[in-house]
């Protein structure tokens, strides 16, 4: 059986975009990829598979977007393996090969009978590939089911995203301190970011940001006005094998001191205490956006309130609401310079 038998067989066919997409002419490079996304918050996961799309260069286009499944006409490629927030891509036009299989089934908001329905849809695909072998534990080859609101997507795994952030928290850090952001989040935030060589963090605290951009092979350079945040940066960065950086002490509002231009700029803002901003920190937010825009065409740039970064010459591209906690949001602003 075929992706379009198989997505016939249950059910993805009823849907009028895919089924438009299938007999459309189709440029060669191009699958019908699904990612299945995180539900954590669906709008950023499908703005970093998109902005990864573009960091490449990759042509794309959105077939499907639906609460955490989003189906793209575009390829697979190595910088995907980037992505943060999607927990799975599959290949909705697969073909089975002899080689072991198993069939997992995931359901977000459904009601059904899990297994009963992995083991329907083993059968069909025994019926139409002839005998395959199962192998639940160790199988060379996936097909994954969304059941998602009682409809049904199906594809064959073609990359995973075990959540391997546990060690990377904080405070398994030798360097520690409350303000840094989850290491997932950070990770998204740089592929917010747009950045395909290298980031500049000109607020780097405890380097939170400059670790997963390390650890995606992207040249490290930071900035704080604190000398413990940056021995502190330096620290973690070798601790997790980032040997190549430039961290430096030093004022965020004068960045053109130590850097000429950089790729992208990636950070997260001091938030203070107060609900409101300070005098001395909305003249602090004011100058460092200033001296961003001034070295940088992309940023990405988190505070605890929302900004407007037009008025100091930025395009606002994207802006997200992250809830913390009851008395703390984030706000992410995805933000270039023409
Ligand atoms: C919210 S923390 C950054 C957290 C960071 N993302 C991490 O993972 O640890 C903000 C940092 O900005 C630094 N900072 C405050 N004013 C600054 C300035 N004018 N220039 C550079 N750094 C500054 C503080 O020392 C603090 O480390």
Redesign the pocket.
């Known amino acids: 059986m075929d992706g379009v038998m198989a997505m016939r067989a249950i059910g993805l066919w009823s849907c009028p975009c895919v089924r438009k997409c299938f007999y459309g002419a189709r440029p060669s490079w191009c699958m019908r990829l699904l990612f299945y996304l995180s539900g954590e918050h669906t709008g950023m996961a499908e703005a970093e598979v998109r902005a990864l799309f573009e960091t490449y260069h990759i042509p794309w286009r959105c077939l499907l977007l639906e609460h955490q499944v989003a189906i793209y006409e575009a390829e697979i490629f190595p910088g995907l393996s980037r992505l943060s927030m999607t927990h799975k891509i599959l290949s909705v036009d697969f073909s089975l090969s002899k080689q072991p299989f198993r069939v997992r089934v995931k359901k977000l908001l459904s009601e059904a009978d899990t297994l009963q329905l992995e083991r329907e849809i083993a059968d069909d695909l025994q019926k139409e590939y002839g005998r395959i072998p199962v192998d639940l534990e160790n199988p060379e080859q996936e097909v994954y089911c969304i059941l998602q609101k009682g409809k049904r997507f199906l594809g064959q795994t073609v990359m995973d995203f075990p959540y391997s952030y546990e060690g990377r928290k904080p405070h398994y850090r030798p360097y520690f301190?409350p303000?840094?952001?989850h290491p997932r989040i950070?990770r998204t935030l740089v592929n917010l970011g747009r950045c395909s060589r290298e980031v500049l963090?000109?607020?780097?605290?405890?380097?939170?940001?400059l670790i997963e951009a390390g650890l995606m092979g992207l040249e490290v350079k930071g900035?704080?006005?604190?000398e413990h945040?940056v021995a502190g940066t330096r620290t973690n960065l070798e601790h997790f094998g980032i040997r190549t950086h430039r961290i430096f002490q030093?004022?965020?509002?004068r960045l053109h001191n130590h850097f000429q231009e950089v790729e992208s700029v990636v950070t997260?803002?001091?938030?203070g205490k107060a609900s409101r901003l300070t005098s001395s920190r909305k003249q602090?937010y004011e100058s460092?956006f200033e001296s961003i825009r001034d070295v940088t065409k992309k940023a990405c740039i988190v505070l605890s309130r929302p900004y407007d970064f037009e008025r100091l010459g930025y395009e606002e591209r994207e802006h997200f609401i992250l809830h913390v906690h009851k008395s703390l949001d984030r706000h992410v602003y995805v933000l270039s310079v023409q």
């Open positions: 301190h303000s840094s952001v950070a963090d000109p607020f780097c605290g405890t380097g939170g940001i900035l704080d006005v604190s945040m030093g004022d965020a509002t997260d803002m001091p938030y602090l460092a």
